[in-house]
């Protein structure tokens, strides 16, 4: 019986190291397998234990550099945000010897070697750097705070509303009503933005006691409402205006709103009808006994026959023109700053690079500025910035808000619909103008922002050349907007070069 079990023992391990020798090449099988003795094919024990320890070996070690890697980016991350600053250099002094300033005291470096830690550390801490930018992806630094805090009144109760503020100059506000095509050989149906000339733009610039400008709302030229809404919106104090087009969204109800503000205010949503029956599929709208449309808070007023084929273009009239058809009659305008543009030509390009709009003709429109005098925004400068953060508008409409509003309509009518390039061109031009731009943190403290159910969209968006728009019969060239990019402008162009533009934000 112990011989039997000797030879079933044999024929075991012999199986077992031909089936090893299969599996690995000649070569493997010669270096790891190892005949004892007795000639059993049996592999060598402390060999196998050697092997496994050195694998672990290398494993516990890369794991423990990884860890004192990941060790030291920390220490420095903190050195860099910490007000002891134990390498991170805060000021460079080139007058004298190089000097590191932290919070308490200036020590000077003298050494060689302290200058090379401290021009190293100074490098790491740039905002810029690839170092911070590899932890920012890691989710490991601390961004810019993206909301600040807002003093408000715990009761808005006591909240005094002001006087409203008197006219100066401008007094009084005239809008042309009439659309009237000049010279024109052929009569079309009139303009909601009519046919101003470049002489009638540039004049509406030169303030007087009394003005008379173009502000839409052109007799026959669209963007009818019904009479039940119009008879609501008079009795408004104060507005708050947005606007739904093409149904790309639904109303978001806002929340937190006082039972005095609910009777102070008028939330108003303008739509067309497109819209109007895609919100009615997805959301319910209730039906006072006067026929006026609620969904939650907000009251809907259908704007019939939408003044332009572009639903962004759309847009604008209840965002800028809120005082033609909503309302009766220290700073009295108030808009967020960009969060990443200071410049309109550094506006320009991000949206050409996102392909936002036609490069053609964000490039026209840049250049016409350039042309008359728009230069690039600087510290020096009387704005903070010449590009605002469009969404939240807050003002009071006197006569020269109502003016500024007009004339910044006139520009997005003649031109392109990205407002935020003629805002600050407006600012410019109407010197007088006085507002106040708050920091892009409060906006986002105040407004909760939600992301649309889809984006604007419309074919002209993707052209690449102006000989793309010519003739109508295309189907990309606007017929009731833009027309000032299709007018020949009394300047010669040709030789305008628009300038360089250098991002300041890599998310711009």
């Known amino acids: 019986m112990e011989t039997e079990a000797q030879r079933l023992l044999s024929l075991r391990a012999s199986y077992r190291t031909e089936r090893g020798n299969r599996s690995a090449g000649p070569k493997d099988a010669a270096d790891e397998t190892d005949v004892s003795a007795n000639g059993k094919g049996i592999k060598d024990p402390l060999k196998m234990v050697w092997r496994r320890g050195f694998i672990r070996l290398v494993l516990v070690s890369a794991i423990v550099w990884m860890l004192l890697i990941l060790f030291a980016l920390l220490f420095h991350l903190w050195s860099c945000h910490s007000s002891i600053s134990f390498l991170s250099v805060k000021t460079l002094k080139n007058d004298g010897p190089l000097q590191i300033q932290d919070d308490n005291s200036l020590n000077s470096i003298n050494t060689t070697y302290n200058v090379s830690i401290a021009l190293f550390s100074a490098a790491l801490c740039k905002k810029d750097s690839k170092v911070l930018g590899i932890l920012d992806t890691m989710g490991l630094t601390t961004k810019q705070q993206h909301r600040c805090p807002i ?66 709302f052109m007799k026959n030229g669209g963007a009818e409402m019904d009479a039940v809404d119009v008879k609501y919106a008079k009795k408004c104090r104060f507005v708050v205006a947005s606007g739904i087009f093409d149904g790309y969204d639904t109303p978001h109800q806002p929340y937190n709103i006082s039972l005095r503000s609910r009777k102070l205010f008028c939330f108003l949503m303008v739509v067309d009808e497109v819209s109007l029956d895609f919100i009615k599929q997805n959301v319910t709208v209730r039906e006072d006994s006067d026929g006026g449309k609620w969904v939650g808070i907000w009251r809907l007023v259908t704007l019939h026959h939408p003044p332009y084929d572009e639903p962004r273009r759309n847009g604008k009239v209840p965002k800028i023109l809120t005082h033609r058809y909503l309302w009766r009659g220290k700073h009295t305008f108030a808009i967020a700053c960009h969060k990443h543009h200071r410049s309109i030509y550094e506006e320009a390009d991000a949206i050409k690079r996102r392909k936002r709009y036609a490069r053609p003709l964000i490039d026209l429109h840049m250049k016409i500025y350039l042309y008359e005098g728009m230069e690039l925004w600087s510290p020096k400068k009387k704005t903070i910035s010449d590009v605002p953060e469009g969404a939240v508008i807050i003002r009071e409409h006197t006569t020269m808000t109502n003016l500024f509003s007009c004339l910044w309509f006139n520009e997005v009518n003649l031109f392109t619909p990205r407002d935020q390039l003629s805002f600050g061109y407006v600012v410019y031009r109407l010197e007088e103008f006085k507002f106040f731009m708050f920091p892009n943190c409060e906006y986002n403290s105040l407004f909760i922002l939600h992301r649309h159910t889809r984006e604007h969209s419309s074919v002209v968006e993707w052209v690449k050349s102006l000989d793309e728009f010519k003739g109508n019969k295309t189907g990309l060239k606007e017929s009731r907007g833009g027309l000032g990019l299709w007018t020949p402008y009394p300047g010669d162009l040709n030789s305008v070069q628009l300038p360089s533009v250098k991002r300041t934000s890599p998310a711009g």
């Not at 540039?202 to 009394?210: A, H, P, W, Y």
């Open 151 to 216: 003093p408000l009144m715990d009761d808005p109760d006591a909240i005094v509303i002001p006087k409203r503020t008197p006219d100066t100059i401008p007094k009084f506000l005239k809008y042309v009503l009439e659309d009237d095509q000049g010279n024109s050989n052929e009569k079309s149906q009139p303009l909601f933005g009519g046919h101003q000339s470049w002489k009638q733009r540039e004049n509406s610039f030169k303030l007087n006691t009394t003005m008379k400008v173009h502000c839409g």
